[in-house]
């Protein structure tokens, strides 16, 4: 889903064809029924993979490289190929931030600066803070190595759901963490920032959560409540996370 940092959040759903405003469905009952695979590789109907992709196009394309994962493994500002050199300098050698989110917890991430606040609303954070901006990927990815030793990097994405919220300052974990970063990155640290908020469109949070996957269930209806980070949130205690959805063709039904 494609998003807007306003208040609350917009969400906007790609069917090909057409683009839906999320937020208009919400307190409707809407009906999600799976039609077939779409490899976003290939665009073949094989069953999938890892990430949208089917077996082959994981690891054959540049796109879904280890270094997607794993910022670290980056070595497009070396000149060495991986997959695809031109591929991995285009997204390689951009400016990258390193940054502090609070979803269900402080965790540590990293992105490409034109994917601010994206990344963070995708996560489901409700504030998040820069802390460095590097000219690459490789150096956003062992600033972030470095810090994970000292915070997370994961989202516990129960936790989030049911907005189970913790308050923190993020500002005082910049300036705690400052002394850990590595030495080829120290120079980029950002001490000016503010913290970004978001605010989602829910108009109720689950207390249990039920994971709704098309493949085991390819037929689902219930009456959507809200959405944060990329799920769909149901009355029912049912979410869906679209995210891990791409590559399967659906029908919507509202």
């Not at 919400?26 to 999600?32: F, L, N, S, V």
Request: aromatic share 10%; with cysteine; net charge neutral.
């Amino acid at each position: 889903m494609q998003t807007e940092n306003t208040k609350p959040i917009q969400y906007y759903l790609d069917m090909g064809s057409d683009v839906i405003n999320v937020n208009q469905l919400i307190g409707k009952e809407i009906e999600i029924t799976f039609i077939k695979y779409q490899c976003m590789g290939c665009g073949k109907d094989k069953k999938l993979f890892r990430q949208g992709y089917c077996y082959d196009c994981f690891y054959s394309l540049p796109q879904a490289a280890d270094w997607i994962i794993r910022p670290e493994l980056s070595k497009a500002h070396l000149g060495i190929e991986d997959r695809d050199l031109e591929f991995e300098k285009k997204l390689q050698l951009k400016p990258h931030i390193v940054y502090l989110a609070n979803s269900s917890n402080v965790k540590v991430g990293v992105t490409r600066k034109s994917q601010i606040p994206t990344r963070w609303i995708d996560q489901g954070a409700h504030e998040a803070l820069e802390i460095l901006e590097v000219p690459n990927r490789y150096l956003a990815g062992i600033a972030e190595v470095a810090l994970k030793e000292y915070v997370n990097d994961k989202t516990n994405w129960r936790k989030m759901l049911t907005n189970n919220l913790e308050d923190v300052d993020l500002v005082q974990w910049r300036e705690k963490l400052k002394i850990h970063l590595p030495d080829e990155v120290q120079d980029y640290f950002l001490d000016n920032k503010k913290e970004t908020e978001m605010h989602f469109p829910v108009q109720h949070y689950p207390a249990k959560i039920k994971s709704l996957n098309l493949g085991k269930t390819p037929n689902f209806k219930g009456k959507l409540m809200g959405v944060k980070g990329q799920y769909l949130l149901f009355e029912n205690e049912t979410v869906f996370n679209v995210r891990n959805h791409e590559g399967f063709v659906v029908k919507l039904s509202v």
